[in-house]
């Protein structure tokens, strides 16, 4: 862009130069005529005449000329100083970017160490499942009986699932950084012997079912591109099947702990499911027993009923015969 500026600058200024040059050389010999002719009085008035309106028209276009060569100028100095700020702002934007490369790189120098690249793995992780799972459903640095420990460790109802964050970078940077085919294939089969020995690793330190765990472990892998070489190459993606390792990526664990989420929460559903059952089972016992002695009680408030239907019974034949007496007293 400025030197867009610049070369219509130029241009523009270079026309002005020109026509004003032409025009002031045009009025000069017009006026150096004008005045042999008035001292030599040559030539007819006529064409002195016409000399002198050409020299007229001529001071007119030349004052428009100067006119516009000021107002051009004007406008390219706005513009010019436009340019300007705009250089500043791009020499300082270049600046910061220059800062910001500077400081990229100082990072890139500082996660080049496998254990500082390790932990901030460790950290993500703790992000992820911080976010997806409840606090209770996962163990950070969870250990084992052989003193092995894990990354975390995700409660399910099949045991629990071991999760390694920690993953070789070296070869896989080579890899993608090489020019050189014969270094990337180096890098390659590097990279590959690297993934395998880790998947070794997983699958005999935490692959642990006497302990609890599920037949199967998490490789969490901390970059999509890393992840997509392991599962493109058919060699790794069938050696992680036999190790009984499952690598994920940031996405992909993100899908992994929704489905674990969903059993969870289809766990606590059936828990709490189960714990009505238990109530309600609990109401119908004590149902049945209130049923009992609502049953029990009509027995007795019949039997009290019928006992104290024959009382009256007895009473009123009593009295039948307490009357029948009383008349032959009075007729004694």
């Given at each position: 862009?400025?030197?867009?500026v610049?070369?219509?600058?130029?241009?523009t200024?270079?026309?002005?130069?020109?026509?004003?040059?032409?025009?002031?050389v045009?009025?000069?010999v017009?006026?150096?005529?004008?005045?042999?002719?008035?001292?030599?009085r040559q030539?007819?008035?006529?064409?002195l005449?016409?000399?002198?309106?050409?020299n007229e028209?001529?001071?007119?276009?030349?004052?428009?000329?100067?006119?516009?060569l000021?107002?051009?100028?004007k406008?390219?100095?706005?513009r010019?100083d436009?340019?300007?700020?705009f250089?500043?702002?791009?020499?300082?934007?270049?600046?910061?970017?220059?800062?910001i490369g500077?400081?990229?790189?100082?990072l890139s120098?500082?996660?080049?160490?496998?254990?500082?690249?390790?932990n901030?793995?460790?950290q993500?992780?703790?992000?992820i499942?911080?976010?997806m799972?409840?606090?209770?459903?996962?163990?950070?640095q969870?250990a084992?009986?052989?003193?092995a420990?894990?990354?975390a460790?995700?409660?399910?109802?099949?045991?629990?699932?071991?999760?390694?964050?920690?993953?070789?970078?070296?070869?896989?940077?080579?890899?993608?950084?090489?020019?050189d085919?014969?270094i990337?294939?180096?890098?390659?089969?590097s990279?590959?012997?690297?993934?395998?020995?880790?998947?070794d690793?997983?699958?005999?330190k935490?692959?642990l079912?006497?302990?609890?765990?599920?037949?199967f472990?998490?490789?969490?892998?901390?970059?999509?591109?890393v992840?997509y070489e392991?599962?493109n190459?058919?060699?790794?993606?069938?050696y992680?099947?036999?190790?009984?390792?499952?690598?994920?990526s940031p996405?992909?664990?993100?899908?992994?702990l929704?489905v674990?989420?969903m059993?969870l929460?289809?766990q606590?559903?059936e828990?709490?499911?189960?714990?009505?059952?238990?109530?309600?089972?609990?109401?119908q016992?004590?149902?049945?027993?209130?049923q009992?002695?609502l049953?029990?009680l009509?027995k007795h408030?019949t039997?009290?009923?019928?006992?104290?239907?024959?009382?009256?019974?007895?009473?009123m034949?009593?009295?039948?015969?307490?009357?029948?007496?009383?008349g032959l007293l009075?007729?004694?």
């Open positions: 862009m400025c030197e867009v610049e070369w219509e600058v130029v241009e200024a270079a026309i002005l130069i020109f026509f004003s040059i032409t025009t002031l045009v009025l000069l017009t006026r150096y005529w004008i005045g042999n002719l008035e001292k030599k030539t007819s008035d006529d064409l005449a016409w000399l002198k309106s050409t028209r001529l001071d007119d276009q030349s004052k428009t000329i100067v006119s516009t000021n107002q051009s100028t406008a390219l100095n706005e010019l436009n340019a300007a700020r250089i500043s702002e791009v020499q300082k934007n270049i600046g910061e970017m220059s800062e500077h400081d990229m790189k100082e120098e500082f996660l080049k160490s496998p254990k500082l690249r390790g901030i793995g460790e993500i992780l703790k992000e499942l911080g976010q799972l409840p606090k209770q459903s996962f163990h950070f969870y084992f009986k052989s003193g420990i894990v990354d460790a995700i409660k399910t109802v099949n045991g629990l699932v071991p999760v390694d964050a920690k993953f070789p970078m070296e070869n896989f940077r080579k890899l993608t950084a090489g020019r085919p014969e990337r294939k180096t890098a390659s089969k990279f590959l012997s690297d993934v395998k020995k880790h998947l690793t997983i699958s005999k935490y692959i079912t006497d302990e609890g765990t599920t037949d472990a998490l490789m969490y892998v901390p970059s999509e591109a992840y392991i599962v190459s058919p060699e790794l993606f069938d992680a099947q036999t190790k009984a390792v499952l690598p994920v996405m992909t664990f993100y899908a992994y929704k674990i989420l059993s929460e289809g606590r559903i828990t709490e499911a189960r714990e009505i059952l238990k109530i309600i089972r609990g109401i016992k004590d149902y049945i027993e209130v009992d002695n049953g029990v009509s408030l039997n009290a009923y019928n006992q104290m239907h024959q009382v009256e019974t007895r009473f034949s009593l009295g039948q015969k307490v009357q029948g007496k009383m009075e007729k004694i």
